[in-house]
């Protein structure tokens, strides 16, 4: 079965600063990998998702990730944050096959934004 | 477009009560799923319908959890009774015609179920 690991529960950076926020996934093939961002009374949001070819996916809100397998990993990365990213942040895996589209979600890392 | 909608927000009930969420999906979306996410923990995965029928079940709790989506439009999900360890965010999520990861599942706000 597979499963998503965010190692960061709470994440804060100064406006302007660089972000990167990880997550490591555990499945046998080729994974379906997506980051999800949840603002405060809203639903989950989809900032990009990789299915395969080119590594560097390229989101919304100015958002990249970057897909690499030897490491298990699909981090997703901003290179100046805004106040306005403060949220919660997951990621997840979908596994392709059996007739299952079911996402498995890793436990979310909240960012907050210091002005 | 009006995105996915969930009623109520928030409900609060006591123990061994019946609760009923309801969701709304994206008009035109065969596709809707049911998660859950309990405090401190993972947005975990329940059921998924195309239309009116279950593809896949696999993550309901127990028997005391059931989903209908009569007509494939609107679905609910019900507690019965309700469970202290039922407390979470139960989250609906919606896709379009045909059932693929490819495809985008949009997400409601979520309902917030409190069990006292």
């Known amino acids: 079965a597979q499963s998503v690991t965010q190692p960061d529960i709470h994440i804060t950076v100064s406006e302007g600063a660089s972000l990167e926020l990880r997550c490591n996934y555990s499945?046998?093939?080729?994974?379906?990998l997506f980051w999800y961002v949840q603002s405060p009374g809203q639903g989950l949001q989809l900032l990009l998702k990789?299915?395969?070819?080119?590594?560097l996916v390229q989101g919304i809100k100015g958002f990249e990730a970057e897909f690499k397998r030897s490491q298990s990993s699909f981090n997703l990365r901003k290179p100046s944050v805004h106040w306005s990213d403060a949220a919660e942040y997951f990621c997840a895996v979908g596994a392709s096959g059996a007739g299952s589209y079911q996402l498995t979600f890793g436990k979310g890392t909240k960012l907050s934004v210091i002005p | 477009e009006a995105g996915v909608t969930q009623f109520p927000s928030h409900s609060v009930i006591e123990k061994g009560q019946t609760v009923t969420l309801r969701c709304d999906p994206i008009?035109?979306?065969?596709?809707l799923y049911w998660y859950r996410r309990v405090m401190g923990k993972e947005i975990k995965f329940l059921l998924h319908f195309v239309k009116e029928s279950k593809q896949d079940e696999s993550g309901m709790p127990n028997n005391r959890f059931l989903a209908e989506r009569t007509g494939g439009t609107y679905s609910t999900l019900k507690v019965q009774p309700a469970e202290l360890e039922d407390s979470g965010v139960y989250f609906c999520?919606?896709?379009?015609?045909?059932?693929?990861?490819?495809?985008?599942?949009?997400f409601g706000p979520g309902t917030r179920l409190t069990v006292l």
């Open positions: 499945y046998g093939a080729t994974p379906y």
């Open positions: 999520a919606s896709s379009r015609v045909r059932a693929s990861l490819t495809d985008t599942q949009y």
């Open positions: 008009s035109g979306h065969d596709n």
């Open positions: 990789y299915f395969s070819g080119d590594t």
